[in-house]
């Protein structure tokens, strides 16, 4: 008889007997969709920052930053602005102007709908040019643009949804001076829909400030980065960095990403620990409940392989379903739910990759916890196993 | 009592299974002690700030500066004891070890006198007077990058370029002070003078970040704060002054609503381990229905066998609990060196074993219920 042959026979009997010990069973399943489930939940606040600052993974946008600065403390006089817009890679509109778009960024506090308080908002001076660059994400979903020198500003969908007075047709005060909310915009679930935008020069008018903060480029192509940077970073007239856009936001949040994945992993993993125990239970009293069948298959020649496969099968068979329950539960419950940290809102993302993680751990629980119990059913003494009540 | 050893007899009838069973719950206490034990350390860090301490910065944000201007008339308001102008000077030291660090420019002066407690030793801000370039460490720092008084620290600021356009700020060591974890804001910050940064940054000179101001009456703190958010309402630099406790709680608040997260995960947690321990006690009580049986024809009554059966869950439970609330315990010296928070042991502890008691009642009483409704005859019989 070949081995397959063989642990095919052993595992078929043993799935066709796994109802009569269901109860024993569900503990193992309902253990591993536990942890499945709280590890995909946490993993998918990570998942939910990293999406909503990538979701336009464009790698022809770069930014140019003042040397050692963050976007909101740069400065960049228009004659800066103008040494940029000469470097090479620089895509050109169709009116010719190179598409380099300075950008002012204001910190404003606008006060919370629910629970009262504030928080502290971005608001983000840009221009037509900026628009352009940001057209083929960027979409209005109530009002109009504003208008370059009125006090006129545009909220975010996320912004709107979470301060008061950002309504179109609202008057929100900012340091003093009256804006008028003229239009609310979607921006693909990214972190810009935490933001409120107006016109560049007319935010830095209203904030007594001379200088831009940041200058944000569109590459004729990819592969102008390195020559774009060179030129740029190479102009004594400037003390400036130059990073792919994606890049600047990984950069930013790479440390709040670690976090959310050490948090996840680690409550993941003592779960698991706890889980595999409660497996190894499981699977012990499965191989004691059928220790006469056993030593009846060894007696009539069925191999120690076989039946180690078997049990090692029989424990995979009730961790992979738990995960996927564990993964349904999370999704169902987490994904797309809105979550605040930290002033911004992000929209939590249960991706098929971090199921097909959760599957990975619900597999290495599975194999762990059936490997002692199936190397004690095939060790089991026949003779005295098959006198065994 | 006298039932004391039958009961963990019963306990350890199958050992394996005992072991793996009371791992498991192990496990999970462990898991619970050291998030909540976590989250009580992060409350303690609000409740370590100090009362008499406001902060006033730009209504608009801190990133916002304030003019120094301001300081003579926050300095003149009823119940202000001392104010300090503070800007921030967090930043890098050798790029190849990407530590953040917390950076204060101070003037030596208005420092001394707001610095009530002495946290800061005074001679330590008399040798920051004495050298324009001077830097006072924290000992931690100083042990990381292994400094000491004298050496030469270029700092890479996050904030502010130097005039000779670089973000680079040569600094020297001029004392290194005791670091506190448990002081937010002083406990672990280097120190540099403010005229150093303010006369060598390319902009926002001549302002502050925000005033550090010490009360001479804590109870009056909200008023305080309203006197000099009023004294500057309406002018192109609206100030916005909280306690130092209040700011402890909101930049909390910010990351989250983690007390939320942790009971979830909790909860999960405990209704995993009561079906697996649930199971283990169901499975115990099958398996000696004959011994049961034996003991209710030697007297025992039903509702012993029940106690009896309770008692089994009970004591497995409760001292499974206490090994994992123990090494959780173990952990919580650790957490308190690493990220400075001060647990509350006591009552983490407390509530893990008041968790452990319910854990035991609710996945023993369906098996104790078996237990008690067993019938000699049948029993025997092996029906």
Redesign the interface.
């Known amino acids: 008889m070949s081995l397959f042959r063989e642990i095919w026979a052993v595992s078929a009997m043993n799935l066709a007997a796994l109802p009569s010990r269901a ?2 069973s ?2 193992t399943v ?2 591993v ?3 499945i ?2 590890m995909l939940s ?1 993993l998918g606040v990570g998942e939910g920052v990293m999406h909503s600052v990538l979701q336009n993974d464009q790698p022809d946008r770069a930014v140019v930053l ?5 976007e ?2 740069g ?1 960049f006089s228009r004659a800066d602005v103008a040494q940029i817009a000469q470097a090479p890679g620089i895509k050109r509109d169709p009116a010719g102007r190179p598409m380099v778009q300075p950008l002012a960024a ?4 606008l006060e919370k709908k629910v629970g009262g ?1 504030t ?2 908002v971005l608001f983000r001076g840009t221009g037509d040019i900026g628009r352009e660059m940001n057209k083929s994400t960027l979409r209005l979903i109530a009002g109009r643009q504003f208008t370059a020198g009125l006090h006129e500003l545009i909220v975010g969908k996320a912004a709107q949804r979470t301060y008061r007075n950002l309504n179109v047709g609202d008057t929100v005060k ?3 001076t009256p804006w008028k909310v003229v239009g609310a915009y979607e921006d693909a679930g990214g972190i810009d829909e935490n933001a409120i935008a107006a016109d560049a020069d007319t935010v830095l008018a209203a ?2 400030r001379t ?1 831009y903060q940041s200058v944000g480029v569109q590459l004729d192509s990819p592969a102008s980065f390195r020559k774009f940077k060179d030129a740029v970073t190479s102009n004594p007239q400037l ?1 400036v960095q130059v990073k792919l856009l994606s890049q600047y936001y990984r950069d930013q949040l790479q440390s709040l990403t670690a976090l959310l994945a050490f948090v996840g992993y680690f ?1 993941g993993g ?2 698991a ?3 595999v ?2 497996a ?3 699977m ?2 499965a191989v004691d409940a059928r220790k006469r069948e056993i030593a009846t298959l060894r007696a009539i020649g069925f191999g120690g392989t076989a039946v180690v496969v078997s049990v090692m099968l029989e424990s995979l068979v009730l961790a992979v379903p738990g995960a996927l329950l564990g993964a349904a539960l999370a999704w169902l419950l987490f994904n797309n739910h809105d ?5 911004v809102s992000f929209a939590m993302d249960v991706t098929p990759g971090l199921v097909v993680v959760g599957l990975i751990w619900s597999l290495v629980i599975g194999l762990i916890g059936g490997f002692a119990p199936a190397i004690r059913a095939a060790r089991l003494p026949v003779a005295t196993a098959l006198r065994a009540t | 009592m006298k039932f004391l050893h039958l009961v963990w007899a019963g306990v350890w009838r199958r050992p394996g299974r005992a072991t793996l069973t009371l791992l498991s719950i192990v496990n999970a206490f462990l898991l619970y002690g050291l998030l909540q034990g976590f989250v009580s350390g992060l409350g303690s860090t609000v409740a370590d700030t100090h009362a008499d301490v406001l902060i006033t910065a730009s209504r608009i944000s801190q990133l916002e500066p304030l003019p120094m201007s301001q300081l003579p008339q926050v300095r003149m308001v009823q119940g202000v004891r001392a104010a300090a102008p503070i800007v921030i000077f967090h930043g890098g030291f050798r790029t190849s070890q990407p530590i953040n660090m917390c950076g204060f420019a101070v003037d030596p002066d208005s420092f001394a006198a707001a610095n009530t407690d002495e946290v800061i030793p005074p001679a330590d801000i008399q040798a920051l007077k004495n050298k324009r370039s001077g830097v006072i460490v924290p000992a931690n720092v100083a042990a990381l990058y292994q400094l000491k008084v004298g050496d030469r620290m270029p700092l890479k600021s996050y904030f502010w370029t130097n005039h000779d356009g670089t973000n680079v700020w040569p600094l020297d060591v001029v004392a290194i002070y005791k670091s506190n974890p448990r002081d937010i804001f002083f406990g672990s910050s280097l120190l540099v003078n403010y005229d150093y940064v303010d006369q060598g940054r390319t902009q926002s000179n001549g302002t502050t970040s925000i005033f550090l101001i010490r009360l001479t009456d804590p109870t009056q703190g909200s008023a305080v704060a309203n006197r000099i958010d009023a004294l500057f309402a309406n002018s192109p630099d609206e100030t916005k002054t909280e306690s130092e406790r209040q700011l402890a709680a909101d930049s909390i608040k910010q990351i989250g609503d983690i007390g939320f997260v942790v009971s979830a995960i909790v909860g999960a947690v405990f209704f995993a381990l009561l079906f697996s321990v649930g199971a283990v006690m169901m499975q115990s009580v099958r398996e000696r229905t004959p011994e049961l049986a034996v003991l209710k024809t030697l007297g025992f009554t039903d509702g012993a066998i029940m106690s009896l059966v309770l008692a089994e869950a009970m004591m497995l439970c409760l001292f499974s609990a206490a090994i994992g609330l123990g090494l959780a315990a173990l952990v919580f010296p650790l957490i308190k060196v690493g990220i400075g928070f001060n647990v509350q042991a006591g009552p983490v502890l407390l509530v893990g074993l008041v968790l452990a008691v319910a854990l035991a009642i609710v996945s023993g009483l369906p098996p104790a219920v078996r237990g008690m409704r067993l019938s000699i005859v049948d029993a025997l019989a092996g029906r």
């Not at chain 1, 204001?106 to 506090?109: A, D, H, K, L």
């Not at chain 1, 979550?339 to 002033?343: F, N, T, V, Y």
């Open positions: 109860g024993a569900l503990v309902i253990g969709a536990t942890v489930a709280v946490l003042s040397s050692g600065a963050s909101y403390m400065s204001v910190v404003v506090e308080g928080n502290n900012l340091r003093g904030f007594n200088a003390q409550v003592v779960m620990v706890g889980v125990f409660g190894l239970n499981t012990y009293s979550i605040a940290m930290g002033g």
